[in-house]
Nanobody
C-alpha cells in the first residue's frame, strides 16, 4: 500500500558530495516525520537526520555541518545532501517515514522503510 524508494547512492571520493532522494508512493493520506538512517560495515543502524512535516530538523553529531536534510511535501520526497564526505560515511542509507494511509485503506498510521541505497566513500 505504501512504498519508499531511495536513489542517488554511489561511489564518491573523500571530500566529494552526493545527493540522496527518497520518494514515497501509494495510498498516502499524509506524511509526518521523515528520516535517513545508515548502517556501515560492522556497525549498528544509526539515525543520520530527520525532518518534521513543518521542516524542523535534527542531525547526528557526526554529520552536523556536512549533511542537510530537506523535503518536498508536494512530491512526497525527502532529500539528503551530503558534502565533505569521509570514508566513515560509507554505509547503506535507508529512508524512513511515518505515513497515514487514505481512509479507504484504513486511515491508520504506520512506519515504513525504503530498500536502502549504498554510499561508498573511497579514494
Amino acid at each position: 500500500q505504501v512504498q519508499l524508494v531511495e536513489s542517488g547512492g554511489g561511489l564518491v571520493q573523500p571530500g566529494g558530495s552526493l545527493r540522496l532522494s527518497c520518494a514515497a508512493s501509494g495510498n498516502i493520506f499524509s506524511i509526518n516525520t521523515m528520516a535517513w538512517y545508515r548502517q556501515g560495515p560492522g556497525n549498528e543502524r544509526e539515525l543520520v537526520a530527520n525532518i518534521t512535516s513543518a521542516g524542523g530538523t535534527n542531525y547526528a553529531d557526526s554529520v552536523k555541518g556536512r549533511f542537510t536534510i530537506s523535503r518536498d511535501n508536494a512530491k512526497n520526497t525527502v532529500y539528503l545532501q551530503m558534502n565533505s564526505l569521509k570514508p566513515e560515511d560509507t554505509a547503506v542509507y535507508y529512508c524512513n517515514a511515518n505515513i497515514k494511509t487514505t481512509p479507504l485503506y484504513g486511515g491508520s498510521w504506520g512506519n515504513y522503510w525504503g530498500q536502502g541505497t549504498q554510499v561508498t566513500v573511497s579514494s
